[in-house]
């Protein structure tokens, strides 16, 4: 079992910028595959970005060039950059690990 934890959300204005972060309970975490997914109000949850254990990226069009994720083993974290945040970009943002563990979200707000 792999507990997951979010941090980092907030209200910021758009052009903002935020980085969420999701730490794990567990070392083996570092050998998971780890997506950021985001689901705003009255939508579907959608993939956000997601890293192997190897590193390798992919990210949703929507985010390519704005957004960075990234992990940090010896932290059994992985971050999400976010750079020149839009409105739409609006949502509870969940950390998964092996497309099994899900986090309880982060809520990001951004304003007009």
């Known amino acids: 079992q792999v507990q997951l934890v979010e941090s980092g959300g907030g209200l910021v204005q758009a052009g903002g910028s935020l980085r969420l972060s999701c730490t794990a309970s567990r070392s083996t975490f570092r050998i998971l595959a780890t997506g950021w997914y985001r689901q705003a109000p009255g939508k579907q949850r959608e993939l956000v970005a997601v890293i192997s254990s190897g590193g390798t990226t992919n990210y949703a069009d929507s985010v390519e060039g704005r957004f960075t994720i990234s992990r940090d083993n010896a932290k059994n974290t992985v971050y999400l950059q976010m750079n020149s945040l839009k409105p739409e970009d609006t949502a509870v943002y969940y950390c998964?690990?092996?497309?099994?563990?899900w986090g309880k979200g982060t809520l990001v707000t951004v304003s007009s």
């Open positions: 998964n690990a092996n497309l099994i563990y």
